[in-house]
């Protein structure tokens, strides 16, 4: 039976957090025998808010070298550079002709990305998702591994799918999202009602895959707890909670294992055990990630290849796109 086809993607837009590993990185590994994946690196995405190209073109090689460090198979999956691969930005130009202003201007991630870059709030922050979109349906998607955040934007590329296989005859298969509850939604340890993200200005809120142990300890233990003293998964403790979350994540246990592993433990070594558990699963994935990021010529080969693959893939797609909606293709 053939295997249905998988396709997620980072930004390299900044440090990545461990939300980003559990939210999404660790689960692909998981899925990479099940299913057919694409991952790629979003770089396209990434230039909607202002980078530095020196820092652009190196953080592209450390995801990568990242992606394959945390399990991801380079002989199993195809990874890719999305600015690689000319059909994202062709069939995004296509779908942004079906898909309408009010619903982009509607998106969360949009609202929030136009308040915190107020001058420069330009048409590809808007149009990220539809470039969002086009990423998916180019290779017939269909599960999408993501974290919380990203649920609205998969909202939109199903209805794109949908909206343009009513119009022109099946095309698209309707992607669906995978989220897995454990580390979906890890927030900053600063402010537990925010997620936890790579461009956060609080350098506390954020731990990131490449910090070192020292520094994992300190913020987890400087990380905001609530009132009272116990461990508890709850609404009304949404700080601890989320460190509940993490170590859940992290270990493998359920959320319930969690509060019963600190059952009358105080918050200082609560917040301790954390930390420790977390750096003792970053570390060998930092040391991989040197070790590959000391041989280029392999990365450069590994995205080679993966282009040469998703391009022959997306081809496929957009030339049946082209054809439904009446490009001239040649006679
Ligand atoms: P990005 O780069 O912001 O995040 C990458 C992945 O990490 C997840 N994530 C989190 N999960 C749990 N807790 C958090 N605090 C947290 N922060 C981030 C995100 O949900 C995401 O899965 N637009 C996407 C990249 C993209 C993409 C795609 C994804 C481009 N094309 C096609 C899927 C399919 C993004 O900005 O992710």
Known sequence: MEKKTLYS???????????????????????????ECFYAIANMHAITVRQEPSELRRRTVELLALYIACGVNPEKCTLYVQSQVPQHAELTWVLNSMTYVGEMERM??????????????????????????????????DVVPVGVDQRQHLEIARDVAIRFNNRYGETFRVPEAYILKAGAKIASLQDPEKKMSKSDENPNASV????????????????????????????????????????????????????????????????????ETVADALAPIQAEQKRLLADKAYLGGVLAAGAERAYKAARKTLSKVYRKIGFYQGE
């Open 208 to 275: 990131f895959l490449s910090d070192d142990k020292d520094a994992v300890i300190r913020k987890f233990k400087r990380a905001v707890t609530d009132s009272g003293n116990e461990i508890r998964a709850d609404e009304s403790k949404p700080g601890v909670t989320n460190l509940l979350n993490v170590y859940a994540a992290f270990t493998g246990c359920s959320v319930e294992q969690a509060e019963r592993a600190f059952e009358g433990k105080g918050y200082g070594e609560f917040k301790l055990a954390v930390g």
């Open 108 to 141: 969360t991630q949009f609202k929030d990305k136009s308040a915190r870059h107020a001058e420069n709030v330009n048409m590809g922050l808007m149009d990220y998702p539809v470039l969002m979109a086009a990423d998916i349906l180019l290779y017939q998607t």
């Open 9 to 35: 993607a980072v930004q390299p837009s900044g440090n990545l957090t461990i939300g980003n590993y559990t939210g999404a990185i660790r689960n692909w590994v998981a899925l990479q025998d099940e299913y």
